[in-house]
């Protein structure tokens, strides 16, 4: 290592000394008072508060502050804003709450591989979900992809998992027949190829289309790939609660334990890594059901299965108008939405479902009703929706999904808690096996998900600090070094020589995430003093530093 005292006044520039704060260095081993010296984008020393320090020009005060690494958001989808010039108004809200890498990719669906008519559904559906407007492809390969990224770095570090559903059209061209043996063969080919190339792991969307119409051999036989490559995968599953669109009515035990049961079974043939993600209880009949999904997990590990599970820390999540809808109805669209007899079933489906799951239409709030005629309703429940548009909650939800085709982006309630009980929420969050996540899809318009500006504040602030449910040492942990070794990123989330220089200072006594007061609306969380991606300050006294500079790399795994 090489102290600068005098002279070189360019490593100067390159040269931080991060001093006098407590550091939370992400292994879980106690705090300690001390320093931490950067130069260019790598940690090359970790001091004691009373050792003796090289004299460097550039330092950051870190007094009565926690200095922790980077904050991991191992279930991401802003990977699908990355390629738009616009992106970095956005993804402020994940670094102002101190999140350093993101893991993108997930439920299935990630920009790459993409074949020329896998692009129309990609333009037709996901671009329009997760990104607002179609890509510019420059690519058609994971690796490919991740080599553009690297051309235009973004502002935070970026992991990529291969999607399920990409895979699956790109081989096939449609999502909902089941694959024929040389289009299998095509798309685990195209899954080796992908992990070979950089993607760290594979990821499902069980619950969505296509992922819904998919059997178990045709999943066994992607996670035998991941398996082989030594990566994991990360799972949306079939059912999210004790009764879903996916299994049949006439099957009467709960439904999201036999989508974990089913995916455990899976992992135990298969050797592979497991990561549940979102595990969540969806609606209020549902809740009961986590002691015994965290016991199946438990046997599992038990019995020799690498798996873990990953939870946000608010009861509401972001999702399709469409996903409440049972397959058939979907099968239908969108000659559907006009047919008597199929809307008369939907809505008796619908009433009983929600009736049985805890459901109701103030759980259903618009993020973004797309569509600049529905400006209006966003921030609205579908039971204010309906008295804007004097009809029932079913007829304004009917109708909001038949006019944004499907688009309209939720923020659903009922997960795992609400405002007056919590108590599975916390459970899962204090399981020793979860890690963090925001699952949020940002947007440049409408109702943010609260998660997009603060989750991680709020596990610090409101379950460490208030709740005391589990230590700062334990809950940093989780959210950087166990996240990071999940995907195999190795060069982050632990504060030692030889690592990036991502880290985070906060003030343990105000972090916080934060709402207005008057209308609820998620805001800029409070506490995070700095942020520094690979040794380049992007957040100074809590705002994001808007100067032009993207010092984010692309981790291939």
């Known amino acids: ?51 003796d320090l090289p004299i460097v020009e550039n330092e950051t005060d870190a007094s009565g502050c926690i200095v922790s690494p980077g904050f991991v958001d191992m279930h991401s989808h802003s990977d699908w804003l990355i390629p738009h010039s616009w992106s970095r108004n956005l993804l402020k809200h994940s670094l102002e709450q101190g999140i350093t890498t993101i893991v993108g990719g997930n439920c299935g669906f990630s920009p790459a591989p993409v074949t020329r008519e896998s692009k129309v559904f990609l333009d037709n559906f996901l671009s329009r979900l997760l990104a607002e407007e179609p890509f510019d492809y420059q690519w058609h390969s994971m690796g490919e992809y991740l080599d553009c990224m690297e051309k235009n770095p973004p502002a935070l570090n970026i992991a990529e998992l291969v999607g399920h559903v990409a895979l699956r059209y790109c081989a096939f061209g449609s999502g909902r027949t089941k694959l024929s043996s040389s289009a299998l063969d095509k798309s685990l080919e195209m899954t080796r190829v992908s992990l070979d190339e950089g993607a760290c792991g594979l990821s499902f969307g069980l619950g969505y289309d296509p992922g819904m119409y998919c059997d178990m051999d045709e999943l066994e036989a992607f996670c035998r790939v991941a398996a082989s490559a030594g990566k994991p995968v990360t799972v949306h599953m079939k ?19 036999r989508a974990i049961r089913e995916m ?6 298969t050797g592979v890594k497991l990561q549940l993600s979102h595990f969540i209880f969806v609606g209020r009949h549902s809740w009961h059901l986590a002691d015994q999904g965290l016991e199946l997990v ?39 939405y006009s047919s008597f007899f199929k809307v008369l079933r939907l809505k008796l489906e619908l009433e009983v479902g929600f009736r049985l799951v805890g459901f109701i239409y103030k759980d ?35 109708r909001l999904s038949r006019e944004t085709n499907g688009d309209a982006l939720m923020l659903f309630s009922a997960y795992s808690g609400d405002d007056s ?5 916390e459970k899962v969050l204090s399981y020793d096996r979860c890690l963090f996540e925001t699952d949020a899809i940002l947007r440049r318009s409408g109702y943010p998900n ?36 999940r995907f195999s990123i190795n060069d982050r989330g632990r504060i030692e020589p030889g690592m990036a220089a991502d880290m985070v200072v906060f003030d343990p006594g105000t972090i916080s995430d934060a709402a207005d007061k008057d209308t609820g609306v998620p805001e800029k969380p409070a506490g995070i003093r700095y942020v520094f991606v690979n040794g380049k300050k992007m957040v100074h006294d809590g705002s994001f530093i808007d100067d032009g500079v993207s010092p984010g790399k692309i981790l291939r795994a």
Not at 241 to 246: A, C, G, Q, T, Y
Not at 298 to 318: E, H, K, L, S, W
Not at 460 to 483: C, H, P, Q, W
């Open 264 to 269: 455990i079974t899976i992992a135990e043939k």
């Open 450 to 485: 609260p998660a997009s500006m603060g989750t991680f504040p709020k596990i610090l602030g409101t379950y460490v600090r208030d709740k005391n449910l589990f230590s700062m040492e334990n809950a940093i942990m989780r959210m950087t070094s166990k996240s990071a070794e």
């Open 1 to 51: 290592m090489r102290h600068t005292k005098q002279g070189d006044k360019n490593l100067f520039m390159e040269t931080r000394l991060i001093k006098g704060g407590t550091i939370v260095d992400g292994t879980g081993r106690p705090s300690f008072k001390g320093h931490v010296l950067v130069e260019k984008d790598t940690i090359t020393a970790v001091f004691q508060e009373n050792d």
């Open 298 to 336: 438990d046997r599992a590990i038990d019995d020799g299965v690498d798996v873990m599970v990953d939870a946000f820390p608010y009861t509401c999540g972001n999702t399709t108008v469409n996903v409440v809808f049972p397959y058939w109805f979907l099968d239908s669209l969108p000659d559907g």
């Open 364 to 398: 259903f709030r618009i993020m973004d009703a797309v569509t600049d005629a529905f400006r209006d309703l966003n921030g609205l429940n579908i039971v204010e929706v309906s008295k804007k548009w004097k009809t029932t909650p079913f007829k304004a939800l009917l």
């Open 239 to 257: 059912a999210l609660s004790k009764l879903s669109p996916v299994y049949p009515v006439t099957y009467m035990k709960p439904h999201n334990i």
């Open 421 to 425: 009980n919590q108590d599975v929420l």
